[in-house]
């Protein structure tokens, strides 16, 4: 079955950096698009950014030019490098794929942005 495991969340300072990993297991992976989402306190769930198999990026405007999504096919891994962090980043960051016809999510990792 499908499997997404999100790692690498916690407490940073603002301007900080974090690199949040999804493992992935279950389907064929290289073949499929991937997602970074989140939802912050009282609000909605949300797309952050998102990476084609072969590696095109889209990304929400207010990431633009501090997160990169990342994939390393061989190890069945997307990754997202968030740098320059602000408090508004505070929110559980939740991996998704959607292989076939249904959706599959992470348990999500959390990201608090405060000092």
């Known amino acids: 079955q499908v499997q997404l495991e999100e790692s690498g969340g916690g407490l940073v300072q603002p301007g900080g950096s974090l690199r949040l990993s999804c493992a992935a297991s279950g389907f064929t992976f290289s073949f499929n698009r991937m997602s970074w989402y989140r939802q912050g306190p009282g609000k909605e769930r949300e797309l952050v950014a998102t990476?084609?198999?072969?590696?095109?990026?889209s990304y929400v405007d207010s990431v633009k030019g501090r997160f990169t999504i990342s994939r390393d096919n061989a190890k069945n891994t997307v990754y997202l490098q968030m740098n320059s962090l602000k408090p508004e980043d505070t929110a559980v960051y939740y991996c998704?794929?959607?292989?076939?016809?249904?959706?599959?999510w992470g348990q999500g990792t959390q990201v608090t942005v405060s000092s």
């Open positions: 998704y794929t959607r292989p076939v016809s249904v959706g599959y």
């Open positions: 990476i084609s198999p072969v590696g095109s990026t």
